[in-house]
């Protein structure tokens, strides 16, 4: 069974940097052929998906935040990480890891349990 665990901050300010770390357990992030994403969902919004890393390394971002974003990983750990640039209070919202890249959030077969991230000074 694959788990995914969320951690980071949940609080930031204004202007700084966000980052979150995902940690995979029950499975290697490295496993053919998948890809671990970073979804968040603002309040009373629907779900954003933001970028992707696969299992060789790539990395895909949405084109409205490709600026702001980078997802790396650490294979030692079998951890990968979201860091969002120049955070303002429109980033406050529930993030979420999970296993796959899909416009559908029914694609996504298992998914972290989210972590309240507010942007607030």
């Known amino acids: 069974q694959v788990q995914l665990q969320e951690s980071g901050p949940g609080l930031v300010k204004p202007s700084q940097t966000l980052s979150l770390t995902c940690t995979v357990s029950?499975?290697?992030?490295?496993?053919?052929?998948?890809?671990w994403s970073w979804i968040r969902q603002p309040p009373g919004k629907g779900l954003e998906w933001m970028g992707a890393i696969t299992y060789n390394g790539s990395t895909y971002y949405s084109p409205s935040l490709k600026n702001r974003t980078s997802i790396s990983r650490d294979t030692s750990k079998n951890q990968f990480t979201l860091q969002l640039t120049s955070v303002t209070p429109e980033d406050t919202a529930v993030y979420y890891c999970?296993?796959?890249?899909?416009?559908?959030?029914?694609?996504?077969?298992?998914w972290g349990q989210g972590t309240q991230v507010t942007v607030s000074s």
């Open positions: 999970a296993r796959g890249i899909a416009a559908d959030p029914d694609d996504y077969d298992y």
């Open positions: 029950g499975g290697s992030i490295t496993t053919n052929y998948h890809a």
